[in-house]
């Protein structure tokens, strides 16, 4: 009877050996399972992190060129509103000079009609 305990008991280890080794190879099988899924997902991810990695460094450098661009408009501007104030000035100072000028002939004239009144005179005298 001790022997057929014995066998039956050597039988229940060596049927939960293999249970057991049945249950570790499918655990592992589904673990490595998981990993490939997970590695894939990660090898997903990191595409997509790839790709949005160059969108921004593209919009880096269409944002860089505007700016440039910005900074280039906006030295235009500033030398065009510095030439605008140039002219501006050599407006004024042009129509000072018309105003001089057009002074200059009224004090001319009120000479001339001096002058001519001044002849007029001389002449009904010579005669």
Do not use: P
């Not at 293999?18 to 991810?45: F, G, H, M, P």
């Amino acid at each position: 009877m001790k022997s057929r305990i014995l066998i039956l008991l050597t039988f229940l280890i060596g049927c939960t050996a293999t249970l057991s080794a049945q249950t570790y190879d499918e655990k592992r099988k589904e673990i490595l399972s998981k990993q490939n899924n997970t590695r894939a997902e990660i090898n997903v991810l990191d595409a997509r992190i790839k790709s949005y990695q160059k969108r921004v460094a593209e919009a880096e450098a269409k944002f860089n060129q505007s700016y440039k661009q910005y900074e280039s408009l906006n030295g235009l501007i500033a030398l065009q509103d510095d030439k605008i104030e140039s002219l501006t000035k050599e407006q004024q100072q042009i129509q000072e000079e018309i105003n001089l000028t057009e002074q200059e002939i009224g004090i001319r004239q009120e000479e001339l009609k001096v002058l001519i009144e001044n002849y007029k005179k001389i002449l009904l005298f010579a005669y």
